[in-house]
């Protein structure tokens, strides 16, 4: 007699790790550790590259990348005084990254949303 144990099937719904990793982007630059919150990007843009159903992200994480990655290159390239990325970011520059996170992870958040509902 042969048992088969079940298989789990994986669903059509965006990865947890890129859905946690993008609303903690925005929440690590709004809680001051903005160096840091590269980890999170970085894990979305590699979890949008590697799973196809993603790749229609890819605009949003790209812009996330840009609001990010300038003033970073501005801080690491520039001549400044500021010990930190997170105390080099003037405020605008703050909200412009936190916002484009929070437009990233809802947009994460969404997909889930209805690649959940189109495979149920």
Known sequence: MTTTTP???RTNRT???VLIAAW????M???GFAL???IPLIVMLVGSLRDA???TLSWVNAAALTAYGVPLAMWLLGPSQ???LTKYLTPLATGVVVATGVVVAVAHHLRRRRLATAGA
Do not use: H, K
């Open 7 to 9: 298989q789990r099937t």
């Open 15 to 17: 990865s947890r790790s």
């Open 24 to 27: 903690a982007f925005p929440a």
């Open 29 to 31: 630059v709004l809680g």
């Open 36 to 38: 840091l919150s590269g």
């Open 53 to 55: 159903r993603l790749r």
């Open 82 to 84: 500021q010990p930190s």
